[in-house]
């Protein structure tokens, strides 16, 4: 039981307590959007074969990104330390030397994201109807 589960089912038994005591009218519109609604979906079998024969290849991708996101903090924590005891007109001067190549890294990732976010919805759209 996960406890995002244990808290709808705690906040439900309190509040059922709670207007059990109160003899206060409270509309129906309320208590509705406060009792949970989302139940537990289980996974059918193809869903759970399919999960297995992707996983190896999910864990290879963690794998293989792991040294690209170990070197990137790396770099972060050192570019934090040393921006805290830059002077500020050496800090400035770095951030507009940084600009050109953040916007660029947002122009090559934002559409990427946008096409994934969007795919996603219209996946969940399609599986619904």
Do not use: D, H, N
């Not at 989302?38 to 193809?46: D, H, L, V």
């Not at 990137?72 to 050109?100: E, F, V």
């Not at 976010?117 to 219209?122: D, P, V």
């Amino acid at each position: 039981m996960s406890a995002l589960l244990k808290m709808e089912i705690y906040e439900s038994v309190v509040e059922a307590a709670v207007l059990k005591k109160s003899a206060a009218w409270i509309p129906e519109i309320i208590v509705a959007a406060r009792s949970p609604v989302a139940e537990e979906r289980k996974m059918s079998g193809i869903e759970s074969v399919a999960l297995f024969l992707v996983s190896p290849f999910i864990g290879l991708a963690y794998i293989m990104a792991m040294p690209f996101v170990a070197a990137g903090m790396i770099i972060w924590l050192g570019a934090k330390a040393l921006a805290a005891k830059m002077p500020p007109s050496l800090k400035k001067a770095g951030m507009m030397a940084a600009a050109p190549f953040l916007g660029l890294a947002f122009i090559v990732t934002l559409p990427l994201a946008g096409v994934t976010a969007l795919g996603y919805c219209a996946l969940k759209a399609a599986t619904k109807a």
